[in-house]
């Protein structure tokens, strides 16, 4: 329970694009910031390795124009806690804006 309070809307945001395909640590940093959150390599890898100790995320390492890349991917551990955050951020939303 603690675990997921920690997470907080960043991690659920990787968790999202995880869930759905290989995300970069560079990728979510521009998408994050697509979205207004400001983030530097500093934060977002961090959070990353927390969240693959966590068993939420996979890594593997690949080499992309002789630079070694780490993609990471939602595991089904992190796509049963985004369902759950799913479920969550619905009934803020229902409560904040309204029925
Ligand atoms: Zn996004």
Same mark, same amino acid.
């Given at each position: 329970?603690?675990?997921? %309070?920690? #997470? +907080?809307?960043? +991690? !659920?945001?990787v968790l999202h694009h995880a869930s759905k395909g290989?995300v970069?640590? /560079?990728?979510?940093?521009? =998408?994050? &910031?697509?979205? +207004?959150? /400001?983030?530097?390599? &500093? $934060? !977002?890898?961090?959070? #990353?390795?927390?969240? =693959?100790?966590?068993?939420l995320l996979?890594?593997? $390492?690949? %080499?992309?124009? &002789?630079?070694? %890349?780490? #993609?990471?991917r939602a595991t089904p551990?992190g796509e049963r806690l985004l369902e759950?955050? /799913?479920?969550? !951020?619905?009934?803020?939303? $229902? =409560? !904040? #804006? +309204?029925?």
């Amino acid at each position: 329970m603690m675990k997921r %309070v920690i #997470l +907080g809307f960043m +991690g !659920i945001h990787v968790l999202h694009h995880a869930s759905k395909g290989e995300v970069t640590g /560079k990728f979510m940093m521009e =998408e994050l &910031g697509r979205h +207004g959150y /400001k983030t530097s390599p &500093g $934060t !977002i890898y961090p959070l #990353l390795h927390r969240m =693959e100790d966590m068993g939420l995320l996979r890594s593997r $390492t690949e %080499v992309r124009n &002789g630079r070694r %890349v780490r #993609l990471y991917r939602a595991t089904p551990k992190g796509e049963r806690l985004l369902e759950e955050a /799913k479920e969550r !951020i619905r009934e803020l939303c $229902t =409560e !904040i #804006l +309204g029925e």
